[in-house]
């Protein structure tokens, strides 16, 4: 298709100015909504309230999120897509677990910027605190973690070029690895540094003893391998 030349300005700019203005109202209604989620509580929310906060209607706001729950779980979309794409970038020399520990410290280390795009890192992380909190969001939390652990181990078996329906393998070191991430988010969230920092030092901690949990003799180890 061609365009013709003419005096009046390229369609394309008025529709990238829409674009983000677009982007602006729904990071305004996301920022408002995890404001008073963590502020007021999450099923004391109302989406009237998400609105009224930005001065935009209900429809405008259905138009961006489907519910409450999905702009609970918005910027943890993104992290985990931020994850995803950083262990398929791994380098194939590496096991399936130096590959997941790998990403998810690169992650942890750089992942910060992206939040902040959306949401001050401070109110995400205030949020994932209220997800553990709330039964009704650490239902689906447990719910997305099942769907991350099979995504997951796909990747793994991509990888190492097996089929995640034939060997049991990739699910198996999936679903060690994602569970002592669970432990670690737990801890981290009863605990009083709720910094990025203080996630990620967990997450070493915890990650280094995968291989003397599972094989080492705890009866004449101790946790250091002392």
Known sequence: ?????????????????????????????????????????????????????????????????????????????????????????????????????????????????????????????RTCRLIESSPALFAVHLRRWAEMEEKIAQLIAEREGLDVHTDPRPRVAVAAFTGVMRVTEQLWGRGQDVSVTAMRELTVRHLDQIGPALAGNWRTTDAHGA
Do not use: C
């Not at 408002?32 to 935009?56: M, P, S």
């Not at 729950?69 to 985990?80: H, R, S």
């Open 1 to 125: 298709m061609t365009i013709e030349q003419t005096d009046q300005p390229a369609p394309e700019a008025p529709t990238g100015l829409r674009e983000r203005k677009k982007q602006r109202t729904r990071d305004a209604l996301l920022r408002a909504a995890l404001e008073l989620f963590t502020t007021q509580g999450y099923e004391r929310t109302t989406v009237d309230e998400i609105a009224d906060a930005v001065d935009v209607s209900q429809r405008t706001f259905f138009r961006y999120f489907a519910n409450k729950e999905e702009v609970a779980f918005a910027v943890q979309d993104v992290v985990d897509s931020y994850y995803a794409t950083a262990l398929r970038a791994r380098p194939p020399q590496e096991s399936p677990f130096e590959a997941m520990r790998n990403a998810v410290l690169q992650s942890w280390d750089s992942i910060g910027q992206a939040i902040e795009d959306l949401v001050p890192v401070d109110l995400y992380l």
